[in-house]
């Protein structure tokens, strides 16, 4: 049995973000037929003990809290990233909800309504620690470190694994935009687990 406190009506949003993430692994953990399960990890981990990368990509930080691959999350995967000043995401969009919570730094969110034959000039938005960002399903948008210290965010998505779409510029047509499915930040406990066993 878990149980979870959250304190009164003014808890930290940050709190009860990492409340519902512990919550969520907990049950993933104890799931059967995980494709990638992890025996033996403890309920509650320090954040700090996860493995981190940047995937090829300079100036980022990954963690990836409860993965699709790596704990068998199946609705919501959660990330810890973190940018160093000048880095930023691709431009890109998918075929899912996600929300930002921005734990510390500042930046700049660049979206684009995907309505047309290609993204367009995005809308920008100022990106600073406490706010939260939604992004609505297939909307291009980009997110980047304009500010002077590093952009801390906790990312949470839905149904995962993702289709994503990759543009070059703004006004890339969708029709010529790269797609990788599935799309999986912890592909390495694909090239694990899949062993031949003649």
């Known amino acids: 049995m878990i149980v979870l406190s959250v304190g009164s009506a003014s808890s930290s949003p940050i709190v009860v973000v990492f409340s519902v993430a512990l919550l969520l692994f907990y049950f993933s953990e104890t799931s059967l037929g995980a494709p990638c399960p992890i025996n033996g990890l403890p309920i509650v981990r320090n954040i700090s003990d996860l493995p981190q990368d940047n995937y090829g990509r300079p100036g980022l930080s ?7 691959v790596l704990h068998g999350m199946k609705e919501v995967e959660i990330w810890l990233q973190t940018f160093a000043p000048g880095s930023e995401t691709p431009i890109h969009r998918h075929s899912c909800e996600e929300v930002f919570v921005v734990l510390k730094g500042s930046g700049t969110l660049y979206l684009a309504e ?85």
């Open 62 to 68: 990954h963690m990836t809290v409860a993965g699709s």
């Open 114 to 198: 995907t309505h047309g034959n290609f993204p367009g000039k995005p809308i920008e938005f100022p990106i600073f620690a406490n706010s939260t960002i939604h992004i609505p399903i297939n909307d291009a948008h980009q997110v980047k470190n304009t500010g002077h210290e590093d952009l801390q965010v906790l990312v949470i998505i839905s149904r995962p694994p993702i289709k994503i779409f990759i543009y070059e510029d703004w006004f890339m047509p969708h029709t010529a935009a790269r797609l990788k499915f599935p799309y999986y930040w912890d592909e390495q406990c694909i090239q694990e687990s899949q062993k031949d066993e003649l």
